[in-house]
């Protein structure tokens, strides 16, 4: 059993930055794909970013040029830098780990941005 815990969600005004922590408790890269996905409320959960094993990432258009997916193998964490944020980011982000067949979530975070 993988469990994905979140940090660093909070309320932030437009045009400022946060960055998300997602900690696993085995090696993220182990993981085939760890990405982030958010929902907003009346929503369905959208897909953000991921990072694959080899370190390819892909990014949601929406996202594109503001948000940066990484992570750090001797933390086991994956991140997410969110910059240039507008009100309509805000959401309850998720951290997703794919481990073979195997699907995990974590509990999610929420962001908030003001306009």
């Known amino acids: 059993q993988v469990q994905l815990v979140e940090s660093g969600g909070g309320l932030v005004q437009a045009g400022g930055s946060l960055r998300l922590s997602c900690a696993a408790s085995v090696s993220t890269f182990r993981a085939h794909v760890t990405g982030w996905y958010r929902q907003a409320p009346g929503k369905q959960r959208e897909l953000v970013a991921t990072i694959d094993s080899v370190g390819n990432t892909y990014y949601a258009d929406s996202v594109k040029g503001r948000f940066s997916i990484s992570r750090d193998s001797a933390k086991n964490t994956v991140y997410l830098q969110m910059n240039s944020l507008k009100p309509e980011d805000t959401a309850v982000y998720y951290c997703?780990?794919?481990?073979?067949?195997?699907?995990?979530w974590g509990q999610g975070t929420q962001v908030t941005v003001s306009s």
């Open positions: 997703k780990a794919e481990y073979g067949f195997d699907v995990y």
